[in-house]
Structures are given as structure tokens and as C-alpha cells.
């Protein structure tokens, strides 16, 4: 998400499943939507059968996908910046990018500080501090002349993005991409073909991705190239195209939204610091832009303060700023929390919906790191391998302290409430059935929750009582057990203080306190739809006049309902669109006339006046603050082009630089920190983790449904044929697999489904696992995640679960 | 007018939404914690048995210098003249002539398993786990007087409305057929033959792939003649070699258990 956030200013799918119809050339990456996203896959083959579209995927395996594909990019694990810088350079060097597109909506003629370089896999700006590597970031920004950005149009400039970005990528020629990535040359340069075809105005092409992009020490550089092949082929902000980040849960994408990220705070704002804004001053001086739309930050923060702090929250006392926990700068994210867990310095936890035993990095060490814990409060469906923990395999009970306490809790089928999908459609779905026994919904729970934290410190005092007592906490519905939910969607939605009436958009917030809103981005979803005569949400009307799948009252998309963000981008400047086919918006000469809801302004918001096309077509991006796309991007801590380094556990040295991995990749020093050495002899084959249709994340759910666990009861590796007859392995054997972490005893499965990769002329094999099996259960295996190192992308922290070293031998 | 399904292999995705679904409407118990048999970690169970209806059959098959994998629902092809039901004596498997589903009534079921014989395309299993067991097979989803009954109120399998490909098509069989022949016609990779069309007389199942069927374990040997023409003359001795059967079936059964019950004592022991 940073990588996106950092190239078009959301950190969002940019288009929706629908409108995969419209696709005319689909390149599926680190994603494979057959097993993990079915009903995706579903408008993948309707673009394949109607209209004829290419599919293109890109896996080390041969996924259920990859059946469908006109072509299979076997990489290996890990390669994906070579595999697409390489595309890019394919492009730039046959003259196939969408030139009107990247002048006018990318920064490609930005003059970039003569001062930037690269030498040798690092970035100008290299230096160390405290004993870790840095950057420091000045040579990477913008010139400006009075404060305005250089540019040359000409894209001939030597300094130019484009000019820096082709000298970039010019070393990524076919033969070193098949070197390093192990995908036969002829084959690699056969799918750059296909998919630079669609760098035409009126042709679409769709990237996908998913957690196999993400789940690297340089995931959001992986995004980044992504984003930036894209950009090259105008593809953003068109039907059909897209950066299309497929989420790991139903519901990710409205937890992230909600701010389940360590960095963040409801509605992608970040989380105050400590050091850099004590005050509310220093926060939005700091932290709001000068252009773009994120100049209305003041506005977001001080509405959700109101949310939070309601009559408390004053202009006087600076809307309780105060009482926002800060962050202390350290690393708070999963693999952090754990490593601090693991020494001590954490004393209770709530796993709420998470099963860290089973889906966390170097499992076996997160189980351990928990018995250092007072409490653990484990919140769930089943009894989880986290509430588990003291009394799993190899564990002595007697000797763990931790107290744990287990709340049931309800399913998604025995509540109501909203979920968020990868495409931003916020849906509302109410409830099927009565949940069983004593469950409870999770809105029920967290209200109980809040009430005897606050009783405790009624009665009994506490070291900063002000934020927990003053909480404006009102959704108790008189007669009723759950909370009110219609009063926790409209705060969340932002409401007019005087009245408490629901506000039609975030357009409408203010920054003097007469405004409340929960989560700037949700303005407008629980608004009512005065036809259907329900809030956004709730809505069902089937309805697509444009013909495009748009279906604009079917819920709520956010931002405003929008469908395909950046869909200025859909048009020229002049505002005629690209592809007379599939119009989200075009200028009559007189007016806008739009299929979806504009991504720009349209209309003067004092005069009313319509607002000619150049003006918009000078910022299309309009979350950034240059308003154009980023193929370069000052911002990104780690380099503000995407560059090759092997995974932090490589059979290889990496052939394009000494720079073996990223400089910045999140490494801890604990007892999961354990790695093996590039080119290990013990550990020799790759090994990366996958998911199975069969089973959701750690089977929590999945492995207690009977009909579920039956289909797919074992645990088991993919190894190939030849990698089977060398270690005389037949399938249905039972493997030992080993890497630095620890060891698993599981079940073979020897089929084509992975294969040797033929890399820099050395033969590797790779093998690969899925990870849904734990302790507790119908069925019951070992996690792959025992096996997965704890190192991290350097932005997101994510784990690097997709590439690392084993070995393997009959088991015993 | 009977009704059909059409199978289009080239759609299939292999999710398996169809084989929980089946379970889910029929009300089967899962084998758990008894659990099938590793396969290969694609297929599971391998085949269908008493209490599994249908399974998708998941294969890697060789394509130019590489694999893909294809996919391809199994379950009973509910044949216009089925064997099974002429090898019923006691009439348990009949045909209902309006949907064309081949039902299997458990009440007049007498255990004698000549239908699994029958069966060209393996389908009907035995509950072996059962002091009264049944057979197990896929009934359409059709029971007029039960509460399982879809097809003969006008609703699609529940597996068919469960697919979200629409691998999976239900209608009126000669509609299917023109469908298929639309398909095969407008897209050159498939193979030019829609099975169950012909082989042994005509099913209501029919299929179209790009990848040929015996993969999946399709016989290519059947011919297009019913197979109740082959065995009605010796149907007389249907209730002789029933018995019979059913004491040999039953002695191996208890005699497999029994060697398990060692084999797990022996395991014990060593533990």
C-alpha cells in the first residue's frame, strides 16, 4: 500500500472486480485469484470469453491461475522488480509507451536534483547512523525555480525523471532478467510484447497483485514498479486498467482503513509523533501539504477529534489534541511487537481475529515470545493454536504464567455491519442467524470492553484518566444488548454537530469544531440514498447505464462513491477521452458529462461554475501534492526508483550490484532472527508460501468446518519431479523440511506444479508450501510460518514469507 | 424434454464450491476426523464414496514444454437409459422421466451393490462403514416428496448454482446441446466432441473440454449403445449373485478392519 500510496496518493485498489470485464490485457503478479480470490477470477474469464482478452501470470508455480493464462511466467521467488523493471526498460526502448499520457499525467519531465545518482545498488544519500545504513533523501527532490518544479517537456533533459528512469532500467535487458529471474528469454520478451499492447489509448491493460508482491523485504518497491509499468502505458484511471491490489481478507481493506497499522490513524492520516508534533500545531504544520487535496488535513483531524472527544473538544483547548496516544518512533508493527514480546516488555495482549501461532514469521518463536505475556485475551471464533499456546506440542504448561482468557465471539453471518472489499465498495450485510452460545459480536464486545476499562478507572484512578473518561461513548440503544450501530456508522461517517444529521460527503467538514467525523475517507456511506430511502451502505440497485460495470447505487464506494479512482486519467487534457469505448468522463466543450463520479473538479464549488479541462489536467492526482503521477518518487525511504536485491535468504549473490539485499530490509537481533548465508550449502532450495482455495489464512475457521477440513486435511510440500527422484521421494511420503528457523515433518506432493529454475546457468529448485495448519482443530499439521524468517519490508514491516532457503530429506 | 447440466472443463477454475455445496444441500457428513487419504495435496478425496457425491478431479497435464492444470467435475452422469437402474431388481434406481434425474431410493435398497457393477462410469458407492449401509450417489438434487428437492421445482443443482464461473450450466438437455455445439464451433481449442451426447445411449451430463477426458478418468470405450441392451437377458440372475456378493464384500470388509485393528496395535505397541 505504501508503494501505491507513494505513486498516486491513495494506498488503494485503483479500480474494482467488475471492471476486470473491460480488460484487455491482464498480467496477474504475486496474485493468484483462482484460489484466494474466486470471484474475481469469475470477471477474468468473462474478459477472456467476450472480449478476448490476454491473461498473463506470473508465478514460480503453476497455480490454478496460471491454467488460464496465454502465458506463465515462471520467476523465481522474489525476482519480481527484475522481472517488471525489465518490462519497463522493453518498453521504453521500442518506443512503446503512451507518450501524451506520461508527459501529461506522470512527473517524467520533472528536473530532478543534479546532485542524485546511483552507483552500484545504492542511492546517492547513502550513509550510516547509529551503525544502521541510511539515506538522506535531498538529492532525490524535485528542482524547483521560485517554488515552482522544473520540467521538460521535451523528456530530453539528462536530469529529467525519464531520462533517470530509461538510464535506470536500461541495465534490465532480457538476458539479465532471464538471469536473475530464471524465465526463458524468448518467453519473457514474448509477454513484454503482449503487454506493451496495451500502452495504446484505447487498449486496457490490468495489473494484479496480491501478497505474493507485498511479502518482501523490498514489497513496496515491488508496488512501486507495478505502478510505474502502468503509468508508462497510461493505464490508470481507464476501465479495465488499474494497479489492482487483491487483499488478503474480506475485510482488510477496511481494517487498514480503519488504521490497524501501527503508522496510521483513521483515514490514511499518520499517527502524531512524539518528537515531531507534541502539539496539534505542530502536527497539521507539519503534516499538511500546500497543494493537492491532503491541504484539507486540518479538517479530517479536527472532525475526528470531535468524534472522539465530543463536547470536550474545544478550539480553546485545541480539540483535546493532547489526549491522542503519540507514537514513540519505535517499531510497533507485528514483528516488532513480538520482538519486544519476546524480551519481555510486553505484558498482555489482545489477539483479536489474529492467530499469530500459526500466521506470524518464525511461528514457533512467536509461541514462545508469548509466555513472557501477564495476559492474553484471545478473541475468536474456535479455540485458536494463540489461545492454545501454553498448551501446545512440546509446551510445559506448569511452567507458563500467562493467564489467558477466551471471548467467543460471533461470525460474519451472525452480525451486522459493514465489510470493506479490495475495491473499496463498502457493503452493509445483515444478519443471517443468531450466533451460538454465549458469542458476541465484536461491536458488543469492544463496548463492554471500553465500559469496564472506564468503571476501573472511575473507581480506582489511573495515570492519565482524561482520554478513557472523557471518551464520547453514547450507542447504547435503550432495550437492547448490542450497541446501536446506525450512531456508531453515522460518527464514523462525520455528522453535523448541532443537528446529528449524517453528512452527504467529506467535503463538508470543517476545522472549527461544527463538524465530527470517525474516518474522513466513509463520508458519505451512511448518508441516505433518497430513493432507495437507506443509508449508501445498505443499498442494492442494480443499475449500470454506461454499460461498464460501473453500478453506482449498488453500496458505497469511498472515496465518494467513486468506482475507478484518478479517472481524469480516463481523458486527454482537452478532456476527450482516450477510449471513446469505456467514458467515466468527458468535456463537451461546455460541461462535464460523467459516468462516474469525477476524480477532479468539475465545478467551481463557490460559482458553479463548470471548470474547463486544462485545469484538471495539470493535477490528476489530485491526493498528491505535484498532482501528476510519480515514475519517480522522492518520498519512498528506500529508493525512489524500484531496484533488484535478492531476498535476505538467496541461493545467489545478486549479479546487478555488490548490494546484496535492500540496505534498509527490517532485520531484528533476537532468536528468530536466525538466517542462512546466501548460497547456503545446508539450506538449498528455495522455498516460498502460498494459500489454498480450501482454507482461510490459518484455518482457524476453515480447519473447525468439517466439510471444509475433508477437502483439504493435510499439510504438505510441492516438490518437483526431478527434485523428488534426486532425494528418492514419491508423494504421499512424509518429508522432513528444514531452514535456519526450524524444522516440519509433513506429507510430499511431487508434480510439475513446481520446477527447477534455471538461474544464472546453476539449476534451483524450488518448493513451495501452503500455511493453513496448526496444533488445534479437526485437522491438525504443521505452519509453514515455522519455517519463514523474520525480516521485513523497511516501509510496511511485512515479512518476507514469499522467498527463503531449505533443505528437505525423507522423514524418518 | 429432460434437463441436463453442461460441463465446460475450459471454465473450471477447481474450486470445489460444487463439492461442499452438494454436501451442504444434501446434508452429507464430512469424513472427519476420519479423514481422506492424502492424494497429492489437489485432489481430495481422490474419488467419490458413500457420503461424497461429487469431487472435482484436479490433473497436471503436459503442454509444450511446460504444465498447466485442467479441472473437471465427476459425479453421476444420470444416463437417459441407465445401467443401474436395469441391474436394480429391487427397483431402488429408477429414472424419473420428467427431469430425467436417476434416483436412488434407499427404502427398497436390498444392499446388493449390482448397480456399482453396472455402472460404466463408477459411480454409485457403498456405505462400507455401516451395519445398514446405503449407496451414495448424486441424486440431481431431485426428491419430489423431500425436502432436498431443487430440479423439480425449477431449480438448478445446488453445485451449478454455487459455480462462479458457470463451468456449470443447467437447462434443458437439447438446449445444452446446441450451446455446446455453439462453443466448440466459435472457439477452435476445444476438442470437438461433446461427451455424454452419444456414449451408451446418451447422458444428462455432458461435457466439453479442451483436454481430453480420460484424464479424469472418462471411459473413451463405451460406444453409443445403451447398456441395458447388453444386460437384460441376464438380469434373471440378478438376485443370486447379489447374495452372493454381499457375503464376499462383507467377509473382505471385516477382514481389511481387522487387519487395520493389528496394524494400529502393532503401531501402539512400538510407540
Not at chain 2, 18 to 35: H, I, R, T, Y
Request: a positive charge; glycine letters at 8%.
Amino acid at each position: 500500500m505504501a508503494g501505491l500510496a507513494n505513486t498516486f496518493g491513495r494506498g488503494v485498489m485503483t479500480n474494482h472486480f467488475i471492471d476486470y470485464k473491460n480488460s484487455d490485457v491482464i498480467l496477474m503478479i504475486g496474485s493468484n485469484s483462482a484460489e484466494n480470490h474466486p470471484q474475481a477470477m469469475r470477471w477474468i474469464l468473462k474478459a477472456k470469453q467476450n472480449k478476448g482478452a490476454k491473461l498473463i501470470v506470473a508465478d514460480p508455480r503453476l497455480t490454478k491461475s496460471a491454467a488460464f493464462a496465454d502465458i506463465h511466467l515462471r520467476h523465481r521467488p522474489g525476482t519480481d522488480i527484475a522481472l517488471l523493471n525489465g518490462m519497463i526498460n522493453y518498453i521504453l526502448q521500442n518506443n512503446l509507451y503512451f507518450h501524451d499520457y506520461v508527459v501529461n499525467y506522470t512527473n517524467a519531465s520533472y528536473l530532478v536534483n543534479p546532485d542524485f545518482g546511483f552507483h552500484d545498488g545504492v542511492f546517492s544519500g547513502a550513509g550510516t547512523k547509529d551503525g544502521k545504513f541510511t539515506y538522506d533523501t535531498k538529492s532525490w527532490q524535485y528542482q524547483t525555480e521560485e517554488d515552482k518544479i522544473k520540467k521538460d517537456p521535451t523528456l530530453q533533459d539528462p536530469y529529467c525523471v525519464f531520462q533517470l528512469l530509461k538510464k535506470h532500467v536500461s541495465r534490465y535487458d532480457s538476458k539479465t532478467v532471464s538471469r536473475i529471474t530464471g524465465v526463458p528469454e524468448e518467453i519473457f520478451l514474448k509477454a513484454c510484447a503482449l503487454y506493451a499492447s496495451t500502452g495504446k489509448p484505447d487498449k486496457a491493460g490490468n495489473v494484479i497483485y496480491a501478497m505474493g508482491i507485498t511479502q518482501h523485504t523490498y514489497g513496496s518497491q515491488n508496488v512501486r514498479a507495478i505502478a510505474m509499468l502502468q503509468l508508462l502505458l497510461g493505464n490508470i484511471g481507464i476501465c479495465g486498467g488499474g494497479v489492482n491490489a487483491q487483499r488478503g481478507e474480506s475485510n482488510v481493506q477496511g481494517s487498514t482503513d480503519m488504521a490497524m497499522l501501527s503508522h496510521l490513524i483513521p483515514g490514511y492520516l499518520s499517527v502524531p509523533s512524539a518528537v515531531a508534533h507534541p502539539t496539534l500545531k505542530d502536527y497539521l504544520s507539519k503534516e499538511t501539504p500546500e497543494s493537492g487535496y491532503w491541504a484539507n488535513k486540518p479538517k479530517f483531524l479536527v472532525s475526528m477529534l470531535k468524534a472522539f472527544y465530543g463536547e470536550q473538544a474545544t478550539q480553546e483547548n485545541d480539540f483535546c489534541y493532547a489526549w491522542l496516544p503519540k507514537h514513540d518512533g519505535k517499531n510497533r508493527t507485528h514483528m516488532g511487537i513480538f520482538d519486544f514480546m519476546a524480551k519481555g516488555a510486553v505484558k498482555g495482549m489482545f489477539a483479536w481475529g489474529q492467530n499469530p501461532a500459526v500466521g506470524g514469521p518464525t511461528a514457533a518463536e512467536e509461541r514462545k515470545a508469548m509466555e513472557k505475556l501477564d495476559w492474553l485475551v484471545v478473541v475468536d471464533l474456535f479455540e485458536t493454536e494463540t489461545a492454545a499456546f501454553w498448551r501446545r506440542p512440546g509446551a510445559n504448561p506448569k511452567g507458563i504464567k500467562t493467564e489467558v482468557f477466551f471471548l467467543p465471539a460471533a461470525m460474519s453471518y451472525e452480525k451486522e455491519g459493514t465489510i470493506t472489499n479490495s475495491g473499496r465498495w463498502i457493503q452493509y450485510r445483515w444478519k443471517a442467524v443468531d450466533p451460538p452460545g454465549e458469542c458476541k459480536s465484536d461491536l458488543w464486545i469492544a463496548d463492554r470492553l471500553f465500559k469496564a476499562v472506564k468503571k476501573e478507572y472511575q473507581q480506582n484512578g489511573g495515570k492519565f484518566p482524561a482520554p478513557i473518561l472523557q471518551m464520547l461513548w453514547d450507542y447504547d440503544k435503550p432495550g437492547r444488548q448490542e450497541p446501536d450501530l446506525d450512531r456508531v456508522a453515522t460518527e464514523i461517517n462525520g455528522y453535523n454537530v448541532a443537528t446529528r444529521e449524517p453528512l452527504a460527503s467529506f467535503a463538508l467538514l470543517k476545522e472549527d469544531g461544527t463538524t465530527a467525523c470517525g474516518n474522513w475517507i466513509y463520508g458519505g456511506y451512511w448518508f441516505e440514498d433518497k430513493e432507495a430511502k437507506v443509508p449508501a451502505a445498505k443499498r442494492r440497485v442494480r443499475e449500470d447505464k454506461a454499460g461498464l460495470g460501473l453500478y453506482p447505487r449498488w453500496a458505497f464506494s469511498w472515496p465518494v462513491n467513486r468506482r475507478i479512482v484518478y479517472n481524469r486519467c480516463s481523458c486527454d487534457p482537452a478532456g476527450k477521452p482516450w477510449n471513446p469505448q469505456a467514458v467515466l468522463a468527458r468535456w463537451d466543450g461546455a460541461k462535464w458529462i460523467t459516468n462516474d463520479v469525477p476524480d477532479f473538479g468539475i465545478k467551481d464549488l463557490k460559482t458553479g461554475d463548470p471548470v474547463p479541462p486544462e485545469k484538471s489536467a495539470a493535477a490528476p492526482f489530485i491526493m498528491l501534492p505535484e498532482g501528476q503521477g510519480r515514475l519517480f518518487a522522492p518520498t519512498v525511504g528506500d529508493g525512489p526508483l524500484p531496484e533488484h536485491y535478492e531476498p535476505v535468504e538467496s541461493p545467489v549473490q545478486n549479479i546487478l550490484s555488490k548490494q546484496q539485499n535492500n540496505p534498509l530490509a527490517v532485520r531484528f537481533n533476537g532468536s528468530a532472527a536466525k538466517l542462512a548465508e546466501t548460497g547456503s550449502a545446508k539450506y538449498p532450495y528455495i522455498a516460498t508460501t502460498h494459500r489454498l482455495i480450501e482454507h482461510y489464512q490459518s484455518g482457524a475457521v476453515t480447519r473447525n468446518c468439517p466439510w471444509l477440513a475433508e477437502i483439504a486435511p493435510h499439510m504438505f510440500v510441492s516438490i518437483s519431479p526431478k527434485l523428488a527422484q534426486k532425494l528418492n521421494i514419491k508423494t504421499g511420503d512424509e518429508v522432513l523440511v528444514e531452514s535456519a528457523r526450524g524444522q516440519i515433518i509433513c506429507k510430499a506432493s511431487v508434480l510439475p506444479v513446481v520446477k527447477p529454475l534455471l538461474i544464472d546457468g546453476k539449476e534451483i529448485e524450488v518448493v513451495a508450501m501452503p500455511w493453513h495448519w496448526g496444533y488445534k482443530a479437526l485437522v491438525t499439521g504443521p505452519s509453514a510460518n515455522e519455517l519463514t524468517p523474520s525480516v521485513g519490508d523497511p516501509l510496511t514491516s511485512i515479512p518476507e514469507y514469499k522467498a527463503f532457503l531449505v533443505n528437505i530429506r525423507k522423514a524418518k | 424434454m429432460s434437463k441436463g447440466v453442461l460441463v465446460d472443463v475450459t471454465r473450471c477454475m477447481g474450486c470445489k464450491s460444487c463439492q461442499v455445496a452438494c454436501k451442504s444441500w444434501n446434508d452429507l457428513p464430512a469424513n472427519v476426523p476420519d479423514v481422506p487419504e492424502f492424494s497429492d495435496g489437489l485432489n481430495s478425496p481422490a474419488e467419490t464414496n458413500g457420503y461424497t457425491y461429487t469431487t472435482v478431479a484436479i490433473r497436471t497435464v503436459a503442454r509444450e514444454d511446460d504444465y498447466v492444470l485442467r479441472f473437471c467435475k465427476r459425479q453421476c452422469m444420470h444416463c437417459l437409459e441407465p445401467a443401474c437402474v436395469s441391474a436394480c431388481f429391487a427397483r431402488a434406481l429408477q429414472r424419473d422421466p420428467q427431469t430425467g434425474a436417476v434416483v436412488y431410493n434407499q427404502n427398497m435398497c436390498v444392499g446388493c451393490r449390482y448397480c456399482m457393477l453396472a455402472c460404466p462410469f463408477n459411480i454409485p458407492k457403498f456405505q462400507w462403514d455401516k451395519t445398514f449401509p446405503i449407496i451414495g450417489k448424486c441424486q440431481f438434487c431431485f426428491d419430489p416428496n423431500g425436502k432436498l428437492n431443487r430440479i423439480g421445482q425449477g431449480l438448478a443443482p445446488a453445485c451449478v448454482r454455487t459455480c462462479p464461473t458457470s463451468a456449470l450450466q443447467f437447462g434443458e438437455r437439447e438446449a445444452l446441446l446446441k450451446e455446446a455445439r455453439e462453443r466448440i464451433k466459435k472457439n477452435p481449442a476445444y476438442i470437438k466432441h461433446i461427451y455424454g451426447e452419444k456414449e451408451i445411449g446418451g447422458t444428462a451430463w455432458l461435457y466439453i473440454s479442451d483436454t481430453p477426458l480420460e484424464i479424469f478418468g472418462f471411459r473413451q470405450d463405451l460406444g453409443t449403445r445403451p447398456l441395458p441392451e447388453y444386460t437384460a437377458s441376464y438380469l434373471k440372475f440378478t438376485p443370486y449373485v447379489a447374495v452372493g456378493w454381499t457375503i464376499l464384500l462383507t467377509a473382505l470388509y471385516l477382514y481389511t478392519k481387522r487387519r487395520e485393528a493389528v496394524e494400529e496395535e502393532k503401531k501402539s505397541a512400538q510407540g
